[in-house]
T-cell receptor, first 116, second 113 residues
Framework: AQSVTQLDSQVPVFEEAPVELRCNYSSSVSVYLFWYVQYPNQGLQLLLKYLSGSTLVKGINGFEAEFNKSQTSFHLRKPSVHISDTAEYFCAVTSGVIQGAQKLVFGQGTRLTINP | DGGITQSPKYLFRKEGQNVTLSCEQNLNHDAMYWYRQDPGQGLRLIYYSQIVNDFQKGDIAEGYSVSREKKESFPLTVTSAQKNPTAFYLC????????????FGDGTRLSIL
């Protein structure tokens, strides 16, 4: 069975500092990986996705993530954060379709707080 | 613009009452999903449907029911059998290709009176 572990439940960072949100997954087969962002009282918005090819993936809002197959990791990074990046971030993995629908497994989330 | 509409945004349930959460999408997606979100637990799958008139239980289906009579609509009923219904409920949809992302609505927050 697949699982996703987000190693930090909360990450406080000062504005304009770099940030890394860590995600590790377990799966015995090839996977597709996603990062989503959730602002307060809203749904999830896709930040970026890894499907195949280059292991460095660029997303929206200046975020990027690196897929590392040997370490089964997919860490999210941003070189300089802004107050508006304050949100909860979810890592998700899928490798299977269950009866025509996509089976996504989510991590527990990381709450990113940007301080002025 | 295409998207997913969930209503209401806030909902209150009395003891012993069933309540229904609405989810409508105009993305022409075949697959639809319901998730429950609790603080610190991420998202957990309640039910999913890959096609009209067919749906399957997810990881935490007990106390919930769904229907899929139209491609665009996938309502979730929280029954009185669900003893801890207070949570944030998210509806999502996707096309039936493995590597395509799910699209989410803005959620319904359910509380107990």
């Amino acid at each position: 069975a697949q699982s996703v572990t987000q190693l930090d439940s909360q990450v406080p960072v000062f504005e304009e500092a770099p940030v890394e949100l860590r995600c590790n997954y377990s799966s015995s087969v090839s996977v597709y990986l996603f990062w989503y962002v959730q602002y307060p009282n809203q749904g999830l918005q896709l930040l970026l996705k890894y499907l195949s090819g280059s292991t460095l993936v660029k997303g929206i809002n200046g975020f990027e993530a690196e897929f590392n197959k040997s370490q089964t990791s997919f860490h999210l990074r941003k070189p300089s954060v802004h107050i508006s990046d304050t949100a909860e971030y979810f890592c998700a993995v899928t490798s299977g379709v269950i009866q025509g629908a996509q089976k996504l497994v989510f991590g527990q989330g990381t709450r990113l707080t940007i301080n002025p | 613009d295409g998207g997913i509409t969930q209503s209401p945004k806030y909902l209150f349930r009395k003891e012993g009452q069933n309540v229904t959460l609405s989810c409508e999408q105009n993305l022409n997606h075949d697959a639809m999903y319901w998730y429950r979100q609790d603080p610190g637990q991420g998202l957990r799958l309640i039910y999913y449907s890959q096609i009209v008139n067919d749906f399957q239980k997810g990881d935490i289906a007990e106390g919930y029911s769904v229907s899929r009579e139209k491609k665009e609509s996938f309502p979730l009923t929280v029954t009185s059998a669900q003893k801890n219904p207070t949570a944030f409920y998210l509806c999502a949809s996707s096309i039936q290709i493995l590597n395509q992302p799910q699209h989410f609505g803005d959620g319904t927050r359910l509380s107990i009176l």
